[in-house]
Structure formats: C-alpha cells, structure tokens
C-alpha cells in the first residue's frame, strides 16, 4: 500500500487537550514542559508542568 501525499495532510498527530479548570475551554493541544496561560473565556490564569507551589496559589479568576 501506498500512501500518498494529500493523504500526509489528514494524519495529524492526536495531541493531548489541556483545558480550562473553571470553563471547560480548550486552551490549546500539545506538550509543554512548564507554562502559565490565561483562559480567555473566563480569565482564569492557570499553571500547567512543573510550576511552584506559590504560583498555583496565586490562580484567580474575573
């Protein structure tokens, strides 16, 4: 069997969702060591990977 390259197009990878904790929102698929992202929907900041312990205090929302 063959493939072709139109074919390559359509075979993405299925990356992990990560999510808003307050709204369900999807912030974004993929792998990150450590990153602090705020959640446009509802303004959430959330810290996602190895982040401290102090800046998972610190979440808060609008």
């Known amino acids: ?3 072709k390259d139109k074919d390559l197009r359509y075979a993405k990878p299925k990356w992990p969702e990560v999510r808003c904790g307050q709204c369900n929102r999807l912030l ?8 602090e992202i705020k959640c446009s929907r509802c303004g959430t900041i959330q810290c ?9 205090m610190n979440v808060c929302s609008r």
């Open 28 to 35: 974004f698929r993929g792998i990150v060591e450590d990153m």
């Open 1 to 3: 069997m063959e493939i």
């Open 48 to 56: 996602i990977g190895g982040c401290k312990q102090e800046t998972r």
